[in-house]
């Protein structure tokens, strides 16, 4: 409110010298002005304001005020900088203790108070996928392969486990409420999914409890060649000999790449509905929820998930091999 009222004092003065230049009681004129409009100032408050305008050509002064002896510390300020470059992971009771073996003695208050001005902020850890070196130039050179590729004859198909979950990974809550508390089982059932997705839609889906089974119960149409990854489960004996008895053509991906396989987002899409809709207390109740949300899935939504593809292959080149962050 202080704000707006200086600013309406500076309009009225200006209205008032260019009518009728400097006057006697302007100030009082100006403090009549504000009541009209329903701020209520007095003369004094005016003076102030106009004075300050009228010395510095803004309506509120500059703080220049004494610089903190140890805040102002370019030095101090720079080793700091320096400590977090070094490891951001540092914490504040760290560097604390490599101040003080150089010779400075710094509260940690102060040191969060350096630390904050010089644009450092405390976030979670942003997890992605690990992708061991020998692995990164197999995925640059899997994406300048297929960039100008539409997939439009292939089966996109994996398998996941979906366990049994009632509650969503993030919830809101009041400042100074106490969370709710929401139990979660130490061993919770797991159901093994696999499916697959295409540019005309979604394949049939297998659930099994045993996930060494899932590539056996696989049924598709052998003539679309079938892109998965190089799990050891599709690597074994026994699935390679069902995909060239069944002349399924098996195309991998490379391997630590979940980015490059538009399925992955299907399943996190899947899991959210069954933690938030569906909320399952027992096998039943989750098989249901699987085959509900499967129902759900469009060639729309399919054709969807393929296409994010071509925001993740530039990444992926753009990082070098690493993960894309999708």
């Not at 490599?98 to 942003?126: A, M, N, P, V, Y």
């Amino acid at each position: 409110m202080n704000t707006y009222a200086k600013e309406r004092i500076i309009v009225h003065y200006h209205a008032l010298l260019k009518a009728r230049g400097f006057f006697y009681g302007i100030y009082s004129k100006i403090a009549t002005l504000l009541l009209r409009e329903n701020i209520v100032r007095d003369r004094y408050f005016v003076r102030r304001t106009v004075k300050t305008f009228v010395s510095c050509g803004k309506i509120y002064r500059d703080n220049k005020g004494r610089p903190n002896r140890i805040s102002g510390n370019q030095h101090i300020r720079s080793r700091i900088d320096n400590y977090m470059k070094e490891s951001d992971e540092m914490t504040t009771k760290s560097v604390q203790s490599r101040l003080s073996r150089e010779g400075h003695d710094i509260s940690l208050t102060t040191i969060c108070t350096i630390r904050q001005r010089l644009g450092w902020t405390l976030k979670g850890t942003r997890y992605c996928q690990m992708i061991r070196h020998a692995n990164k130039p197999k995925r640059v050179q899997w994406v300048q392969d297929n960039n100008n590729d539409r997939f439009e004859d292939v089966i996109w198909s994996d398998e996941t486990s979906v366990w049994l979950e009632q509650h969503a990974k993030r919830c809101y809550r009041k400042k100074g409420v106490t969370p709710k508390k929401k139990p979660k089982p130490k061993y919770p059932l797991k159901l093994h999914v696999w499916a697959g997705i295409s540019r005309r839609g979604p394949t049939k889906n297998k659930l099994s409890s045993r996930s060494s089974q899932i590539p056996i119960l696989i049924t598709t149409d052998s003539r679309s060649p079938q892109i998965q990854d190089n799990d050891p489960k599709h690597r074994s004996r026994k699935a390679q000999k069902f995909f060239e008895d069944n002349n399924i053509n098996w195309w991998k991906t490379p391997a630590e790449s979940p980015d490059l396989n538009p399925i992955e987002n299907m399943w996190h899409e899947m899991k959210e509905y069954i933690r938030i809709q569906i909320k399952p207390v027992n096998e039943r109740e989750l098989t249901n929820g699987i085959l509900r949300f499967w129902g759900t899935v469009t060639v729309a939504k399919c054709n969807a998930y393929i296409n994010h593809l071509q925001k993740v292959m530039p990444e992926v080149i753009r990082a070098n091999g690493n993960a894309s962050g999708y």
